[in-house]
């Protein structure tokens, strides 16, 4: 079954590792030229978690428990059998029944929801040919050469007890190299939202670009109307000049006027030394006498406003009664007109009384003569009621009626007073808002009262700013008429005025010259920005690009976590593969070189000559890709099987 097909299945179960060996040398034995296979020993190794696999069986190999897990360690010589032909031994020698030389490893177990772990099967061609028995090899001397053979199946016992160590070492390396797999991935996760926010703020970057960009639009457009007031400003300077030279002239005219102003204001009754003008006085009077007016008018106001909104609240009132009264006749109405309508099916079935036949004659002929004349007749249906019982029902239902029409005609007339009560209620709320400054407008008795309001406090203000004017003008006219703060100041200022408005036209044509300046530099701003502009769009595209780099940076930290976490499963199965093949070397010992040393003895001299066939055929494999010349070398592979999950 395919590793597919078998996972996750359940029942009992044989793992076979079978080891087909096709590396072939030609050699010498017995006189004639032989094939001899490559002298492979393969040491294979797996764990089976106790779980999932029990009643573990295993041919050509041996099983370690080690904590929740089973090992299953083997050794097998793939083609030694072969090219030592033991089978044609068998009536020679009377230990080779006894003696089997291994060349596959099988395990049967019961298993449940099947999965395991990687096998591991290292495969080494070296491991008869480095005890150097070719070099003094003879049938007499063949004790010695297996006793070497002992001496390095224990040192090779010991070197897979080192083996053992270093593994051990390497997983807990992995331990060190999951953690740093660890920070690296917390790194790079720190990195991809650092990448994140550094793509986000550079779009804000790219946006204040833009909106430096359209600024030095603005920018260059208020330089060229400042260019173009700067040289209005040249040509006012010029006329303001000019105007200061007639105001010069001017002034001349007004100091004669403000001396006939000023003698103006002191015509009247007020003559005695530190009394105001007479027109003062009078100002004032006006002005105490348009404030109390306006007063009294806003006081009415206010008066006849509250007066309506307690009207107002009146009809309000008068509503609201009124509705709960009509809601009252409605429900009243409504049971009057089901009391008619109970009346009236009543009065309609005793109409329906008992219907009779009559037969009448419809047709007799004028010449009716005998007894054969032919009568027709016809018959018709009435109704029969019963005279007292019909009055009784036309009675109750002529009086549920006139209560049904009683009950609607109260309903109406509650309505119309509503109707009634509404309208007045408009027409006062509208004299309210006609009444109020802000709704003045809606009709024109309220725009007269506004207009009466405003008129009010124009008055007192416009008599109040006219007094306050006549102050200012008395003043004015005192201080004008002064020798250093009146016109003769005036006419020295005009001067200067006239010297300043030549050096404000000198001025501002330096600032027309220097706004065509500004302009240029606005415009290269401008060409910047855009450049600019340009960058940061580059900018966000390569911050867009770098963020998803980190992206992908962390997935691959991920991914090595993940792979450094596998690396230390494997360096742990490495660790226990590694302790099966120490186990399986030392069963090599006690199954494989004692049983030779047994044989030592035996009359094998064409079992010995293949023997050191084989053994030359080990020495002689020295490499797989090929060696350089006067090099030396050996070759051992390593062959590994994925594992198998349940899905």
Same mark, same amino acid.
């Given at each position: 079954?395919?590793?597919?097909?078998? $996972?996750?299945?359940?029942?009992?179960?044989?793992?076979?590792?079978?080891?087909?060996?096709?590396?072939?040398?030609? +050699?010498?034995?017995?006189?004639?030229?032989?094939?001899?296979?490559?002298? %492979?020993?393969?040491?294979?190794?797996?764990?089976?978690?106790?779980?999932?696999?029990?009643?573990?069986?295993?041919?050509?190999?041996?099983?370690? @428990?080690?904590?929740?897990?089973?090992?299953?360690?083997?050794?097998?010589?793939?083609?030694? *059998?072969?090219?030592?032909?033991?089978?044609?031994?068998?009536?020679?020698?009377?230990?080779?029944?006894?003696?089997?030389?291994?060349?596959?490893?099988?395990?049967?177990?019961?298993?449940?929801?099947?999965?395991?772990?990687?096998?591991?099967?290292?495969?080494?061609?070296?491991?008869?040919?480095?005890?150097?028995?070719?070099?003094?090899?003879? /049938?007499?001397?063949?004790?010695?050469?297996?006793?070497?053979?002992?001496?390095?199946?224990?040192?090779? *016992?010991?070197?897979?007890? @080192?083996?053992?160590?270093?593994?051990?070492?390497?997983?807990?390396?992995?331990?060190?190299?999951?953690?740093?797999?660890?920070?690296?991935?917390?790194?790079?996760?720190?990195?991809?939202?650092? &990448?994140?926010?550094?793509?986000?703020?550079?779009?804000?970057?790219?946006?204040?670009?833009?909106?430096?960009?359209?600024?030095?639009?603005?920018?260059?457009?208020?330089?060229?109307?400042?260019?173009?007031?700067?040289?209005?400003?040249?040509?006012?300077? =010029?006329?303001?000049?000019?105007?200061?030279?007639?105001?010069?002239? =001017?002034?001349?005219?007004?100091?004669?006027?403000?001396?006939?102003?000023?003698?103006?204001?002191?015509?009247?009754?007020? &003559?005695?030394?530190?009394?105001?003008?007479?027109?003062?006085?009078?100002?004032?009077?006006?002005? !105490?006498?348009?404030? +109390?007016?306006?007063?009294?008018?806003?006081?009415?106001?206010?008066?006849?406003?509250? @007066?309506?909104? &307690?009207?107002?609240?009146? /009809?309000?009132?008068?509503?609201?009664?009124?509705?709960?009264?009509?809601?009252?006749?409605?429900?009243?109405?409504?049971?009057?007109?089901?009391?008619?309508?109970? +009346?009236?099916?009543?009065?309609?079935?005793?109409?329906?009384?008992?219907?009779?036949?009559?037969?009448?004659?419809?047709?007799?002929?004028?010449?009716?003569?005998?007894?054969?004349?032919?009568?027709?007749? !016809?018959?018709?249906?009435?109704?029969?009621?019963?005279?007292?019982?019909?009055?009784?029902?036309?009675?109750?239902?002529?009086?549920?009626?006139?209560?049904?029409?009683?009950?609607?005609?109260?309903?109406?007339?509650?309505?119309?007073?509503?109707?009634?009560?509404?309208?007045?209620?408009?027409?006062?709320? !509208?004299?309210?808002?006609?009444?109020?400054?802000?709704?003045?407008?809606?009709?024109?008795?309220?725009?007269?009262?506004?207009?009466?309001?405003?008129?009010?406090?124009?008055?007192?203000?416009?008599?109040?700013?006219?007094?306050?004017?006549?102050?200012?003008?008395?003043?004015?006219?005192?201080?004008?008429? @002064?020798?250093?703060?009146?016109?003769?100041?005036? *006419?020295?200022?005009?001067?200067?005025?006239?010297?300043?408005?030549?050096?404000?036209?000198?001025?501002?044509? /330096?600032?027309?010259?220097?706004?065509?300046?500004?302009?240029?530099?606005?415009?290269?701003?401008?060409?910047?920005?855009?450049?600019?502009?340009?960058?940061?769009?580059?900018?966000?595209?390569?911050?867009?690009?770098?963020?998803?780099?980190?992206?992908?940076?962390?997935?691959?930290?991920? +991914?090595?976590?993940?792979?450094?976490?596998?690396? *230390?499963?494997?360096?742990?199965?490495?660790?226990?593969?590694?302790?099966?093949?120490?186990?399986?070397?030392?069963?090599?010992?006690?199954?494989?070189?004692?049983?030779?040393?047994?044989? $030592?003895?035996?009359?094998?001299?064409?079992? %010995? !000559?293949?023997?050191?066939?084989?053994?030359?055929?080990?020495?002689?494999?020295?490499?797989?890709?090929?060696? $350089?010349?006067?090099?030396?070398?050996?070759?051992?592979?390593?062959?590994?099987?994925?594992?198998?999950?349940?899905?």
């Amino acid at each position: 079954m395919t590793p597919d097909e078998i $996972a996750g299945k359940s029942g009992k179960v044989i793992i076979r590792l079978d080891y087909e060996n096709n590396a072939y040398q030609k +050699a010498e034995a017995g006189g004639k030229e032989i094939d001899i296979q490559v002298p %492979f020993a393969m040491l294979s190794g797996m764990i089976l978690p106790q779980d999932t696999f029990s009643n573990i069986s295993v041919t050509n190999g041996r099983i370690i @428990s080690e904590g929740n897990n089973s090992i299953v360690a083997g050794i097998a010589f793939p083609g030694l *059998k072969e090219s030592l032909k033991l089978d044609t031994l068998e009536n020679k020698l009377t230990k080779v029944e006894d003696f089997e030389i291994p060349d596959y490893l099988e395990i049967t177990a019961d298993v449940v929801n099947f999965e395991m772990g990687m096998t591991m099967t290292v495969a080494m061609s070296d491991l008869l040919s480095d005890q150097n028995l070719t070099e003094t090899f003879s /049938v007499r001397d063949l004790s010695d050469s297996v006793n070497q053979l002992e001496g390095g199946t224990a040192e090779l *016992k010991d070197g897979s007890v @080192s083996l053992e160590d270093g593994s051990k070492t390497l997983a807990d390396g992995t331990v060190s190299l999951l953690d740093g797999a660890r920070t690296l991935r917390e790194g790079s996760g720190t990195l991809k939202d650092g &990448t994140k926010e550094l793509y986000e703020k550079s779009g804000q970057l790219d946006e204040g670009a833009r909106k430096l960009q359209d600024g030095t639009g603005q920018l260059t457009e208020g330089a060229s109307k400042l260019a173009d007031g700067a040289g209005s400003l040249s040509q006012g300077a =010029g006329q303001l000049g000019s105007g200061a030279q007639a105001l010069a002239g =001017g002034l001349e005219q007004v100091d004669a006027g403000i001396k006939m102003l000023q003698a103006a204001l002191e015509t009247g009754s007020a &003559t005695q030394q530190g009394q105001q003008p007479a027109i003062l006085a009078g100002s004032q009077s006006v002005t !105490e006498a348009a404030a +109390a007016l306006d007063t009294l008018i806003n006081e009415y106001f206010s008066t006849y406003a509250a @007066s309506l909104n &307690t009207i107002i609240d009146n /009809v309000l009132k008068q509503i609201n009664n009124t509705t709960a009264a009509l809601n009252a006749a409605r429900a009243e109405k409504e049971n009057a007109e089901a009391e008619r309508d109970a +009346a009236k099916a009543v009065w309609e079935e005793v109409c329906n009384g008992e219907v009779r036949q009559i037969e009448t004659v419809t047709n007799v002929p004028n010449d009716v003569s005998g007894g054969d004349a032919a009568v027709i007749t !016809e018959v018709s249906n009435f109704t029969v009621c019963q005279p007292e019982t019909l009055k009784d029902a036309a009675r109750n239902y002529e009086a549920a009626e006139e209560k049904a029409a009683v009950c609607q005609a109260n309903v109406s007339a509650l309505e119309e007073k509503i109707t009634q009560l509404q309208e007045q209620l408009a027409q006062l709320q !509208e004299i309210l808002q006609q009444n109020t400054p802000l709704n003045a407008e809606q009709s024109e008795q309220g725009a007269y009262i506004a207009l009466i309001k405003t008129y009010s406090g124009q008055i007192a203000n416009g008599t109040a700013s006219l007094n306050q004017g006549l102050k200012l003008l008395d003043a004015g006219v005192r201080q004008m008429a @002064s020798e250093t703060e009146g016109v003769p100041a005036l *006419k020295s200022g005009a001067q200067s005025l006239q010297s300043g408005a030549e050096a404000v036209k000198n001025g501002s044509d /330096v600032l027309s010259k220097g706004a065509g300046e500004l302009k240029g530099g606005i415009i290269s701003l401008g060409n910047g920005a855009a450049e600019l502009k340009a960058g940061t769009g580059k900018l966000v595209e390569g911050t867009g690009t770098l963020h998803n780099g980190a992206k992908t940076l962390a997935d691959g930290t991920a +991914a090595l976590y993940d792979g450094a976490a596998a690396l *230390k499963d494997g360096a742990e199965e490495l660790s226990a593969g590694c302790l099966a093949l120490k186990d399986g070397l030392f069963r090599f010992d006690e199954e494989g070189i004692s049983k030779l040393t047994e044989l $030592a003895g035996e009359d094998t001299g064409e079992v %010995f !000559e293949r023997l050191e066939a084989v053994l030359d055929a080990g020495k002689a494999y020295k490499t797989f890709g090929g060696l $350089a010349e006067g090099m030396d070398g050996s070759v051992k592979f390593i062959i590994k099987t994925d594992g198998v999950k349940a899905k």
